[in-house]
C-alpha cells in the first residue's frame, strides 16, 4: 500500500461547478501538505500548502487537512476550463526531511466550457 | 525570475546506451532535487543536494544511477545503461533550502525519457 492514495479520476466536470479533491494518507509522521497543479508537458506548480489540521483559502481554492482521519482536500469554486490540469497532493514529514515530498498519483481534472 | 532550466527537453535512446540530464536551478537556491515521474503517477524524489551535498540519496538506484552538483549551482543525472523501464519524464527542482515552512520548491519541465 502506498503511503499517499489519490484518486486519478478522470474528473469531468462543467464550468462553474465545485470540484472536491482528496487524499489519503498512512504516515501519521506528515505534518505538511501542499497540492501541486500540473499542466501537460509541464513541472507541477506549488497551489497551497498547510500545516497540520485546519483550512486555508487562496482565491476559489480551499485546502483541508484532518490529521486524524490522514485524509486532506482541495475544494476549486467557480471552477474554469483554465483549472484543467494534474493535481497532485504532497506531504512532507518537517524538520530535516522538510524537502522530502511524498505525492500521489494525481487527479486529472478536466472542466469544459 | 528565470525558472529551472533543464535539457534536453526529449531524448530517445537504445537499451544500455548512456544518458544525461541537466540542470540549471533558480540562481541563489541552495537545495536541488531529481525526482522521477512515471506515466499517471506523482513525482518521486531521486536524491536532494544541500549546496554541493548529496544530503538524500537513499532513492537513487545507485548501480546504474549517477548524479553530481559541481560548485553547488548546476546538476547534472546519468544513467548507465538505460533499461526500458526508465523511460519517465525525469524532473529538477530547487528552492532556497532554508529548512522552514513556506521553502517553495519550483520544478523545471522536465526531460521525457524512452528508451527503446
Known amino acids: 500500500q502506498k503511503e499517499v492514495e489519490q484518486d486519478p479520476g478522470p474528473l469531468s466536470v462543467p464550468e462553474g461547478a465545485i470540484v472536491s479533491l482528496n487524499c489519503t494518507y498512512s504516515n501519521s509522521a506528515f505534518q505538511y501538505f501542499m497540492w501541486y497543479r500540473q499542466y501537460s508537458r509541464k513541472g507541477p506548480e506549488l497551489l497551497m500548502y498547510?500545516?497540520?489540521?485546519g483550512n486555508k483559502e487562496d482565491g476559489r481554492f480551499t485546502a483541508q487537512v484532518d490529521k486524524s482521519s490522514k485524509y486532506i482536500s482541495l475544494f476549486i469554486r467557480d471552477s474554469q476550463p483554465s483549472d484543467s490540469a494534474t493535481y497532485l497532493c504532497?506531504?512532507?514529514?518537517?524538520?530535516?526531511?522538510?524537502?522530502?515530498?511524498?505525492f500521489g498519483q494525481g487527479t486529472i481534472l478536466t472542466v469544459h466550457p | 525570475e528565470a525558472g529551472v532550466v533543464q535539457s534536453p527537453r526529449y531524448k530517445i535512446i537504445e537499451k544500455k546506451q548512456p544518458v544525461a540530464f541537466w540542470c540549471n536551478p533558480i540562481?541563489?537556491?541552495?537545495?536541488l532535487y531529481w525526482y522521477l515521474q512515471n506515466l499517471g503517477q506523482g513525482p518521486e524524489l531521486l536524491i536532494r543536494?544541500?549546496?554541493?551535498?548529496?544530503?538524500?540519496d537513499s532513492q537513487l538506484p545507485k548501480d546504474r544511477f549517477s548524479a553530481e552538483r559541481l560548485k553547488g549551482v548546476d546538476s547534472t543525472l546519468k544513467i548507465q545503461p538505460a533499461e526500458l523501464g526508465d523511460s519517465a519524464v525525469y524532473l529538477c527542482?530547487?528552492?532556497?533550502?532554508?529548512?522552514?515552512?513556506?521553502?517553495?520548491?519550483?520544478f523545471g519541465p522536465g526531460t521525457r525519457l524512452t528508451v527503446l
Open positions: 504532497a506531504m512532507s514529514e518537517g524538520g530535516t526531511s522538510y524537502g522530502k515530498l511524498t
Open positions: 543536494y544541500e549546496n554541493e551535498e548529496a544530503v538524500d
Open positions: 527542482a530547487s528552492s532556497k533550502g532554508q529548512l522552514a515552512v513556506g521553502d517553495e520548491q519550483f
Open positions: 540562481s541563489g537556491h541552495n537545495t
Open positions: 498547510t500545516y497540520s489540521s
